[in-house]
């Protein structure tokens, strides 16, 4: 598993690391090109990213437009005093702010809190809910808004190890993406 790092200052990946203790490998890319097809390859688990570089712009709003990909959680690389930047990061869906300068201890606990938290709720898969995250979620807002009418649906898919078995675990998994789209 690796974490992406979009950014054109030089974040020394080496200390990153170390600082994540060999738990995930750190890949760079130049571009918002590259970093997607870094991610249609399926390696990145997650994505520290500039988003006030020209590169990387327009990254995060291609990769959450694009259901081909998996939705990774995304931070965002903003400098300390820019709370406007910070906003705007969150806004375009970001699911956490880290500062520049690139503190490496505080960076790497950071992102491995909130990696451990996120893939406990979301299929890594699909990018749903997990059953019991699903459950908690639903419940609340049914909770919430007990007056809205709610419609869930469940798929069950029968005899699915047939597809792994007949196309192999890619095709599967491919499947249970669109599955998940659906």
Known sequence: AAILILDNADIDSELLYAGFKGDYYI???GDSAEALQMMRD?????VLCDLAAPQYK?????LRSDSQLPQ???FALVAEDDD???LKA???GAIGILTKPVKPQILCAQVRNVLENYWYQIDSLTGL???QTFCHEAFQRITECPEETYLLVCFDVDNFKA????????VGDRVLKQIGII
């Open 27 to 29: 890949e760079q890319a």
């Open 42 to 46: 399926g390696i990145i688990i997650a």
């Open 58 to 62: 327009d990254f995060l709003q291609q």
């Open 72 to 74: 990774v959680p995304v």
């Open 84 to 86: 406007e930047g910070q």
């Open 90 to 92: 969150l806004d375009m």
């Open 129 to 131: 809910y997990n059953n």
């Open 163 to 170: 597809i792994n078995a007949q196309y192999g675990r890619k």
